[in-house]
């Protein structure tokens, strides 16, 4: 697709933003994302204000990319949903990535 607006005058995206998590640490997927979210929002991650409770089931969530009962990890796969605003999208291999919402 073609867009004919000048460069100038079109929205400027800000940068995504990049977190991994690692299926072998302490934190599950869920806890991984919130301080992504936090940090990626500058807000501290205690604050009641980032929650997944109404966008996404942390518990599914943290199943979805478990490792399988083999211990083997899991292969691909995404998982995008919008908190907020930010446009979250969470691979199998633990990357997580955060569109925060385009500047006007």
Same mark, same amino acid.
């Given at each position: ?44 991650? /205690? ?30 796969? /995404? ?26």
């Amino acid at each position: 697709m073609y867009d004919s607006t000048p460069p100038a005058s079109r929205s400027r995206s800000p940068p995504v933003y990049r977190a991994v998590h690692d299926p072998e640490g302490p934190a599950t997927l869920s806890t991984t994302i919130i301080h992504a979210l936090a940090d990626c929002t500058g807000v501290d991650v /205690t604050d009641s204000r980032i929650s997944l409770y109404d966008t996404v089931d942390p518990d599914a969530l943290d199943g979805l990319f478990r490792p399988r009962y083999d211990g083997t990890p899991r292969a691909g796969g /995404t998982l995008s949903f919008v908190i907020d605003g930010h446009y979250v999208t969470v691979s199998g291999d633990g990357e997580i990535l955060i569109e925060p919402p385009a500047r006007r």
